[in-house]
């Protein structure tokens, strides 16, 4: 298993990282004063997204590191794509007047949206 094989579990905490990595290059000890998370935790957070390739470290002596690609998006993309396959099939039932599967649809739809907004 490569390094960017590696699926990093995005908790709240993570989250908080990613947030203050967004902004910019940052150390450690400056995420834990913009998150107010612990440092342990920080440096937990930082090594999970820097073994999944997610983060770099762009000056090892002093901490510093840098965001490459952010690991939230891959189930943002997912949950887009799973939504177009939805709003297609609802399409085609709308064109084969085929209301039951329209309904199967639009509630799978739906479904899709609230996951989003929940993991929010």
Do not use: C, W
């Amino acid at each position: 298993m490569t390094q960017q094989d590696m699926a990093v579990k995005v908790t709240d905490s993570t989250e908080s990282v990613l947030d203050v990595l967004h902004k910019g290059r940052a150390t450690p000890g400056y995420i834990v004063e913009e998150t107010d998370l612990s440092r342990q935790t920080v440096h937990s957070q930082l090594n999970q997204l820097l073994a999944g390739g997610h983060v770099r470290y762009v000056h090892e002596a002093t901490g510093l590191y840098e965001l490459i690609d952010d690991p939230r998006l891959e189930d943002q993309e997912h949950y887009l794509e799973e939504l177009k396959r939805n709003i297609r099939a609802a399409v085609e039932a709308i064109e084969e007047e085929d209301f039951d599967d329209l309904r199967r649809n639009v509630r799978a739809a739906s479904e899709v949206i609230e996951d989003v907004e929940d993991r929010r």
